[in-house]
């Protein structure tokens, strides 16, 4: 059957029930990310031989014929909304490809190509992932979780975190009123390697840091997103005004009203790092963390439907599953993404694959060494 025929009668399956005012492109293509994630999870890390055993397997085929055929349903439903027609469009494809890589050699994206999706070169297997800061210059890929990490962003019931297990198809989201909290419950019957946490971790005693000059630098279009970490002597006034008397004679400058709005929190994660513990707490920032796994900064914000599904996909590209719960009491989906985002750098962080930003980190009079990681 064409795929015209196959368009018009799942038309007319979601018109019979009245869904096609729930077939908007941004809705169809969140759909279509999350059933490629699924995918994704079911075949990540298996080699040609082990994909051809779980094909071998009636039961686990019929669950990969039932994630193709969702994965063709919504693609199919898109084209139709869009109006557009896909044997054209194959076709051009196809001649552009054919024009672009000659008979002999190796398909752009596939190990051993050099070459990563977009066709700029990338480095082999093994060669080093670069400076995190490097964000632009290729995706890294699926990483396998090695030890149960933990990804922290703060929300209005207090921080969510998404806690990454080896093995495991997709984030468990935890929630708590504080981060000690936080760490304990995700770390009731694990334990957690490494928590990866969306604050400033090491403040300065004056003048700006270099992790978030250098952060700024590598998020073109999103530097808005990486703001200037209090000074010390701000983070314990006990109002606004007296806040930004004390970072403007420390360093020259107020602060913004963002910024004096997480201090009681920038607070705790200053107690939190002060205390020895087996997990390793870092710094790190959601969207340099989705730039570094992308290979660029994203290009819709956070909270727009557009954004949900843009981070959707690159992390279903490093092969992290949309998490258990998008949203609930006090925690919004933008905060769920973060943690996720920030889980994958804690990941990286376990296996020695991630860099800090600046290289050297920065160690103020507090003795914290201030760097984000990526």
Not at 64 to 90: K, P, Q
Not at 98 to 126: F, H, I, K, M
Request: hydrophobic share 45%.
């Amino acid at each position: 059957m064409q795929s015209e025929t196959w368009a018009e009668r799942i038309r007319r399956f979601a018109e019979e029930r009245s869904w096609s005012g729930y077939h908007s492109p941004k809705n169809l293509a969140m759909a279509l990310s999350v059933e490629v994630a699924e995918l994704v999870e079911i075949f990540q890390w298996l080699e040609t031989e082990e994909s051809a055993q779980v094909m071998a397997d009636p039961e686990r085929a019929q669950a990969v014929r039932d994630e193709v055929a969702d994965v063709m349903t919504y693609l199919l439903r898109l084209v139709d909304v869009l109006d557009i027609d896909l044997d054209a469009a194959m076709a051009d494809k196809l001649a552009e490809a054919e024009q672009r890589y000659p008979v002999g050699s190796l398909p752009s994206g596939l190990p051993g190509s050099g070459a990563g999706p977009d066709g700029r070169d990338r480095p082999g297997d093994d060669a080093p992932d670069g400076d995190a800061h490097d964000v632009g210059t290729s995706a890294p890929g699926p990483l396998e979780v090695l030890a149960p990490v933990l990804g922290v962003d703060a929300c209005r019931a207090g921080w969510v975190g998404a806690l990454l297990e080896p093995g495991a198809p997709r984030p468990r989201v935890v929630v708590a009123e504080t981060l000690e909290e936080l760490l304990a419950a995700a770390g009731e019957q694990l334990r957690i390697a490494v928590a990866a946490v969306d604050i400033p971790i090491g403040l300065p005693d004056d003048g700006a840091r270099e992790a978030d000059r250098l952060a700024r630098a590598a998020l073109p279009g999103r530097s808005s997103s990486v703001f200037t970490t209090p000074t010390r002597a701000a983070t314990v006034a006990d109002s606004y005004e007296a806040a930004n008397a004390a970072n403007r004679e420390a360093a020259g400058q107020g602060i913004s009203q963002q910024a004096w709005g997480i201090t009681r929190k920038i607070r705790e994660a200053d107690a939190l790092v002060r205390v020895p513990r087996d997990t390793r707490i870092v710094e790190a920032h959601p969207e340099l963390s989705f730039a570094t796994m992308a290979g660029a900064p994203m290009r819709h914000a956070k909270r727009a439907e557009s954004g949900a599904a843009e981070r959707l996909a690159a992390l279903a590209a490093v092969g992290i599953g949309s998490p258990s719960v998008l949203s609930g009491s006090g925690y919004a989906a933008d905060d769920v993404l973060d943690a996720c985002a920030v889980a994958w750098t804690a990941a990286r962080v376990a296996s020695g694959r991630a860099r800090p930003l600046p290289e050297e980190p920065q160690v103020h009079s507090d003795g914290i060494p201030a760097a984000i990681w990526a």
